[in-house]
């Protein structure tokens, strides 16, 4: 049986102001009132509508997460976040290197290493991001990728912490793009993570959740959804519609 609960995280990226937010939150909170939902919701706005967000959704079984941290505890580290100020405004999950923090800010393997160690230190669920670019994949390379993010992200972990972290896919060619994996590209590389978890890490990988990003709509959810190695999605352009948003819930649960 599986055990694993779905997770439905929207990622807001580096949209809506206070005001925005808030209309896109009470949105989903209208649409989702009275439903006893099976899968866990969970949206990651930006950091300035973390604190006001976590006050309209108390008590509403929506959970908040950011879209970044970092990895030191406090102190001379002009324009970043830690982990404990997440903390205190209501996170519980972190989403961790993201493609676009790996190449737009030249994000390391190091950093993002050392930012999953401490939000599982801090008790933050560590959302890790990994996928290949279309040349690796058109190359033959996406396993070797994929191997190769997941030794250095998992470097230095401990075995029980392995299913406290949630693995999203997401290949860097369909982020955005409006052409997401097809369901045969998504289960062969969610079921090659799980294995290579599996053989190489902890006997656990099969309660670890891993998620599909990657234009996921409302068109291509259901289908995305219902396979056997895929455990929610990571929903960026389709998040910032509450409707969308919800359709892609509902998918989840039919799923289920
Ligand atoms: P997208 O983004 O759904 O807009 O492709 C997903 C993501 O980057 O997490």
């Given at each position: ?23 896109l ?47 030191h ?66 190359s ?33 060619w ?6 997401a ?8 590389a ?51 519609n ?15």
């Open positions: 049986m599986n055990k694993r609960i779905k997770l439905i995280a929207g990622n807001w990226k580096m949209n809506t102001t206070i005001s925005s937010s808030e209309e939150v009470n949105g989903i909170l209208h649409k989702i009132e009275n439903n006893n939902y099976k899968s866990e919701i969970l949206i990651c706005p930006p950091f300035t509508n973390l604190y006001h967000i976590n006050k309209l959704i108390e008590n509403k079984n929506i959970s908040l997460g950011a879209q970044n941290c970092d990895y505890d406090s102190g001379a580290f002009t324009g970043e976040i830690s982990l404990e100020m997440l903390k205190s405004v209501g996170c519980s999950y972190v989403i961790i290197g993201h493609s676009e923090r790996r190449t737009i800010f030249l994000e390391s393997e190091m950093q993002i290493n050392k930012k999953i160690k401490k939000s599982l230190e801090v008790g933050i669920t560590p959302i890790f991001c990994i996928g290949e670019s279309l040349e690796q994949r058109q033959g390379k996406t396993y070797k990728v994929l191997e190769q993010q997941i030794k250095r992200g998992f470097e230095g972990i401990e075995n029980e912490n392995f299913n406290r972290i949630v693995i999203a896919y997401e290949p860097v369909a982020i955005g793009t409006g052409i994996a097809t369901s045969q590209e998504a289960q062969e969610h079921a090659f993570i799980r294995s290579y978890i599996n053989q190489n890490y902890s006997s656990t990988a099969d309660e670890i959740r891993i998620l599909y990003g990657g234009s996921m709509n409302e068109k291509n959810c259901k289908e995305l959804l219902s396979l056997p190695d895929i455990d929610g999605g990571l929903i960026g352009g389709a998040s910032l509450a409707e969308t948003f919800v359709k892609i819930l509902t998918a989840s649960e039919e799923s289920l």
